[in-house]
């Protein structure tokens, strides 16, 4: 595998040799991986190199190679959210966000791997297969972006997209030892992002290190009018990589420190805020207290808003289709055979959740429960600068260990769907170890204050070492 | 006189309206000018629902909804708010139907129709805006179809559905209530009536204070007054026989003119709706004032100002203001002539002739009435040649000065009938006698021949009037 490269350490070699060359020796890397991180390489990837070699292309990301979640549509190039049901779907246009990265002179080396419609944890679910965690191929990467984490700390690729619905951005970033953020709500267009829970979700970056994180952002966020729910809202993330905490006011919520929490996670969170004292930040215990409802009110939500948005796979315009005598057993044999376990059991939950009778008990309950989510981060953010917490309550598991068990599965997001539940933008960084395993710190900030948890993130970098340290083989 | 009801009928209507008259989509840019186009041919991933696609709505779709709204009379929400109607149907790209629920647009207002006893009031519980699904195409009939094809052209055309109290108390009320509505359509042009899919509707009615039956997928005004007829006369024969009506849907079969049970309520599909996250609330409240400025004068009151200003009868400015650009016709015409003769030619000639032919008035232009008027007053033409000028325009063409001519259609001067008359008698001197004596028919003799003598052009009635003065000499 190939050493960490950061984004400016690529612009370097791109100086001393070609955009062309560099996207070779990824496409090589990649070409000799173990753990299952690509499930589609773009075959036109070189090509664009050698393109922006010749053109001169002068765009922020000229010859960075990238890779994109199956869950994001790349026009040309297969995007499957890690279905069956969307085997041979290759959407004829782009998302936002590629058009963004195309302007940029990005280099798409080719989707990653995913739970099926971003719909779990470990990325186990996958039509591919799973993909494996380089600092230990018996344990999972995390998920649902479990390939976009596993690949950047592979080495396979610098940075990468994934989409955070309730943690699928940031449990894998904490799980593979990188760095991945998930923005506010509205902040970057969701236009060509195939939906899992709309409400919920952002698309957001992964990379080694916080700067080419700000960089990314620097080139996919902002207002896009093709989705209502965009923010229209300057701003440069990049100007937020300073190191400086002076008088930061941290708030640590209790709740996220709660039973099951690993020892060792525990004590790599702490001595992480104990090393923002020192740097000159403060902070204080706040308390969220409808923190424990958050998981219960995720999923009705994410599950109800899942049974409508995945009603469209059904055959008949794209995608696998299931033989039938009508349309009718077309579509449900479509369905049944194309769909997995895990997207099933949600799409099910998901329309009992707003079914007649149960509409009122469940979904509207969920509703309001999320109100009441969001109202403990408004009240906790009035009094502090950023919160901080572990981004999941222990370490990456073995594969297999919990995929018979869903609600064990869906406990592990505790941490991480409040923060969706709010909208409100969360980073995770590496901040040490639990054995052989990564730890990530969840810096969380304000809607729209994404400059605050990057500044954060960005100095806690400046000032430690958990970033540097690579998986054994990449070392 | 009021109306006594006796069967205690109460039909309420659902109308869907197409926003045809709309440049683009509900919730995407495509154009909504399919009408001539190829399948597929006006789509795009919002449309087809490819996965990724976000909705965005169109403004002026709301704008439109919000007038319709204000001219029935309605409240307006302050902010609009869609819902997602979740069922499973090969026409629905996305397997749900973006629509409104529980905030529809606009909310309780009325239309004023002519009723069994008069002026009658019909209520409207609400109008929302709603996304078309695509049209299904089976290649042969619905039973023995080898398969069916799907057009998305149509798909995400804006509808607005409007949906009425059970006020009307007869088929013809319904169809009235129908006619008045697509007038007020038309008069603020936002659809096209003419087009395939414009306007659909579904009925429920009830007889004797009893269960309500729906009627689904009625295709025509004709159709609704049809359809109502037949499941009235269903409902009282049941319950003559002792049956009961139950609470259903049943199916208008346009071709046998009968209504077939389709599902009771107790297999009534549950739709799960909940709001679309893919959009926001927009508020309208600031919208409505601006709006309704825009408003035109609507039927009823140009009916009544027609009425004032022209001095027309109730039937003459009903008929002249059913449709805008008639009503806008008239007033043209009536600029140039005598009010009163431009209604009498406007309404009772020119629409006969045109909706013999199926054609609009555009098929004709102010001009050519004016001329046509002027050329019957100035007592040039008679009645019967105008009728003759306006059948030639209609099928061949040309002016109707020149017809006219050609035609050979000018009144004979006075002096020829005067020779001609003369003639008559002194040629028919028994016809002469006869007539004297006290036979009066034999008046209509020697009228008819004067009207020989002047091949037809003299005008009958003053040929008469002519020879029984003489006569009477
Ligand atoms: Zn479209």
């Given at each position: 595998?190939?050493?960490?490269?950061?984004?400016?350490?690529?612009?370097?070699?791109?100086?001393?040799?070609?955009?062309?060359?560099?996207?070779?020796?990824?496409?090589?890397?990649?070409?000799?991986?173990?753990?299952?991180?690509?499930?589609?390489?773009?075959?036109?990837?070189?090509?664009?190199?050698?393109?922006?070699?010749?053109?001169?292309?002068?765009?922020?990301?000229?010859?960075?190679?990238?890779?994109?979640?199956?869950?994001?549509?790349?026009?040309?190039?297969?995007?499957?959210?890690?279905?069956?049901?969307?085997?041979?779907?290759?959407?004829?246009?782009?998302?936002?966000?590629?058009?963004?990265?195309?302007?940029?002179?990005?280099?798409?080396?080719?989707?990653?791997?995913?739970?099926?419609?971003?719909?779990?944890?470990?990325?186990?679910?996958?039509?591919?297969?799973?993909?494996?965690?380089?600092?230990?191929?018996?344990?999972?990467?995390?998920?649902?972006?479990?390939?976009?984490?596993?690949?950047?700390?592979?080495?396979?690729?610098?940075?990468?997209?994934?989409?955070?619905?309730?943690?699928?951005?940031?449990?894998?970033?904490?799980?593979?030892?990188?760095?991945?953020?998930?923005?506010?709500?509205?902040?970057?267009?969701?236009?060509?992002?195939?939906?899992?829970?709309?409400?919920?979700?952002?698309?957001?970056?992964?990379?080694?290190?916080?700067?080419?994180?700000?960089?990314?952002?620097?080139?996919?966020?902002?207002?896009?009018?093709?989705?209502?729910?965009?923010?229209?809202?300057?701003?440069?993330?990049?100007?937020?990589?300073?190191?400086?905490?002076?008088?930061?006011?941290?708030?640590?919520?209790?709740?996220?420190?709660?039973?099951?929490?690993?020892?060792?996670?525990?004590?790599?969170?702490?001595?992480?805020?104990?090393?923002?004292?020192?740097?000159?930040?403060?902070?204080?215990?706040?308390?969220?207290?409808?923190?424990?409802?958050?998981?219960?009110?995720?999923?009705?939500?994410?599950?109800?808003?899942?049974?409508?948005?995945?009603?469209?796979?059904?055959?008949?315009?794209?995608?696998?289709?299931a033989e039938g005598e009508n349309w009718h057993v077309m579509a449900s044999r479509t369905r049944a055979q194309g769909f997995g376990e895990e997207v099933k059991r949600r799409i099910l939950l998901g329309t009992y959740a707003l079914s007649a009778g149960y509409h009122d008990k469940y979904y509207l309950k969920a509703l309001k429960v999320r109100t009441l989510v969001k109202q403990d981060f408004d009240r906790a953010l009035d009094n502090v600068d950023v919160l901080m917490a572990p981004t999941m309550p222990a370490p990456a598991f073995k594969i297999g260990e919990k995929i018979d068990d869903p609600l064990s599965l869906y406990l592990a997001d505790v941490n991480t769907v409040p923060i969706n539940l709010a909208g409100v933008p969360s980073i995770s960084v590496p901040c040490g170890f639990s054995g052989d395993m990564p730890v990530g710190l969840q810096i969380i900030g304000k809607h729209f204050d994404e400059n605050a948890i990057i500044k954060a993130a960005y100095s806690f970098e400046q000032n430690t070492d958990h970033h540097t340290r690579r998986p054994p083989e990449v070392a | 006189m009021v109306y006594e009801n006796p069967d205690g009928i109460r039909i309420g209507l659902e109308v869907h309206v197409q926003l045809n008259k709309l440049n683009t989509k509900l919730f995407c840019g495509c154009s909504t000018d399919y009408h001539d186009s190829e399948p597929n041919t006006h789509v795009c991933p919002i449309c087809l629902g490819l996965p990724g696609s976000l909705p965005v709505l169109n403004e002026r779709a709301v704008e439109f909804a919000i007038k319709i709204g204000l001219a029935l009379n309605c409240s307006i929400v302050e902010q609009t708010q869609f819902h997602r109607k979740n069922y499973y149907y090969p026409d629905l790209p996305k397997n749900f139907q973006t629509t409104q629920y529980d905030y529809p647009i606009a909310a309780e207002g009325k239309i004023i129709i002519e009723g069994e006893d008069g002026e009658h009031n019909v209520g409207i519980t609400r109008a929302h805006i709603e996304e078309d699904p695509a049209r299904l195409q089976h290649m042969g009939t619905i039973d023995k179809s080898k398969g069916t094809l799907i057009n998305y052209n149509r798909s995400g055309m804006t509808l607005i559905e409007i949906v009425s109290e059970p006020d009307m108390r007869s088929p013809k009320e319904a169809r009235r209530y129908l006619e008045k509505l697509r007038s007020i359509l038309d008069y603020l042009g936002v659809f096209d009536g003419d087009l395939e899919g414009a306007m659909k509707a579904d009925a429920n009615v009830s007889v004797f204070w009893g269960e309500r039956v729906e009627i689904k997928n009625i295709s025509s005004f004709k159709g609704v007054e049809r359809a109502l007829l037949y499941e009235i006369m269903r409902q009282k024969n049941q319950i003559r026989r002792g049956g009961e009506i139950v609470m259903e849907t049943r199916h208008f079969d346009e071709a046998r003119g009968v209504t077939i049970s389709m599902r009771t309520k107790e297999d009534e599909q549950d739709y799960r709706y909940f709001p679309e996250p893919d959009l926001v609330p927009m508020r309208v409240a600031d919208w409505v004032p601006k709006v309704r400025e825009?408003?035109?004068?609507?039927?009823?009151?140009?009916?009544?100002?027609?009425?004032?200003?022209?001095?027309?009868?109730?039937?003459?400015?009903?008929?002249?203001?059913?449709?805008?650009?008639?009503?806008?016709?008239?007033?043209?015409?009536?600029?140039?002539?005598?009010?009163?003769?431009?209604?009498?030619?406007?309404?009772?000639?020119?629409?006969?002739?045109?909706?013999?032919?199926?054609?609009?008035?555009?098929?004709?232009?102010?001009?050519?009435?004016?001329?046509?008027?002027?050329?019957?007053?100035?007592?040039?033409?008679?009645?019967?040649?105008?009728?003759?000028?306006?059948?030639?325009?209609?099928?061949?063409?040309?002016?109707?000065?020149?017809?006219?001519?050609?035609?050979?259609?000018?009144?004979?001067?006075?002096?020829?009938?005067?020779?001609?008359?003369?003639?008559?008698?002194?040629?028919?001197?028994?016809?002469?006698?006869?007539?004297l004596g006290g036979k009066e028919k034999s008046l209509n003799f020697i009228v008819g021949k004067v009207m020989q003598k002047t091949k037809g052009r003299a005008d009958a009635r003053e040929a008469r009037e002519k020879v029984l003065a003489k006569l009477n000499e």
């Open positions: 595998m190939a050493a960490w490269t950061d984004i400016s350490g690529i612009k370097q070699k791109i100086a001393d040799s070609s955009a062309e060359e560099v996207t070779a020796s990824y496409i090589e890397t990649i070409g000799k991986s173990k753990i299952n991180g690509f499930t589609t390489m773009w075959d036109e990837a070189i090509n664009v190199a050698r393109e922006i070699d010749s053109e001169g292309h002068e765009g922020p990301l000229a010859g960075v190679p990238i890779a994109i979640k199956e869950n994001i549509s790349t026009k040309g190039l297969s995007t499957t959210c890690s279905s069956k049901i969307l085997q041979g779907y290759v959407p004829p246009y782009d998302a936002h966000v590629i058009e963004r990265l195309r302007e940029a002179g990005a280099v798409i080396l080719g989707k990653t791997n995913m739970d099926e419609f971003a719909m779990g944890t470990s990325t186990e679910s996958s039509y591919y297969g799973p993909t494996l965690n380089p600092w230990d191929m018996d344990r999972v990467p995390g998920g649902s972006s479990g390939g976009s984490a596993a690949v950047v700390a592979a080495g396979e690729v610098p940075v990468s997209l994934g989409s955070d619905t309730g943690g699928s951005v940031r449990c894998p970033a904490a799980y593979c030892g990188v760095v991945g953020l998930k923005p506010t709500y509205g902040c970057i267009s969701r236009y060509g992002l195939i939906s899992y829970a709309n409400s919920l979700e952002q698309i957001g970056p992964l990379a080694t290190n916080v700067a080419d994180i700000a960089t990314i952002m620097d080139v996919v966020a902002g207002y896009d009018s093709r989705d209502s729910t965009s923010i229209n809202r300057e701003n440069t993330y990049s100007d937020a990589l300073k190191d400086d905490v002076n008088g930061l006011k941290i708030g640590v919520p209790e709740e996220y420190f709660g039973e099951g929490i690993d020892e060792k996670v525990e004590k790599a969170v702490w001595d992480a805020i104990s090393k923002f004292e020192d740097m000159g930040a403060t902070y204080e215990k706040v308390s969220m207290p409808h923190t424990k409802y958050a998981l219960a009110s995720y999923y009705i939500i994410a599950m109800s808003e899942a049974s409508s948005n995945l009603a469209r796979f059904d055959g008949t315009r794209y995608g696998y289709r | 825009t408003l035109p004068e609507l039927p009823d009151a140009k009916r009544a100002r027609f009425m004032e200003e022209y001095s027309l009868g109730e039937t003459h400015a009903r008929a002249l203001t059913t449709e805008i650009k008639v009503a806008n016709f008239f007033e043209e015409v009536a600029k140039k002539v005598d009010p009163k003769d431009a209604a009498v030619w406007v309404s009772d000639i020119l629409k006969g002739e045109l909706n013999y032919r199926e054609l609009s008035i555009d098929a004709f232009t102010v001009e050519d009435m004016v001329a046509v008027v002027e050329l019957v007053t100035a007592n040039k033409i008679t009645e019967k040649s105008a009728v003759d000028v306006i059948r030639t325009v209609l099928d061949d063409g040309g002016k109707p000065q020149e017809i006219v001519e050609k035609k050979g259609l000018l009144k004979v001067e006075d002096d020829i009938v005067a020779t001609a008359v003369d003639e008559a008698i002194a040629e028919n001197p028994e016809a002469v006698a006869d007539y």
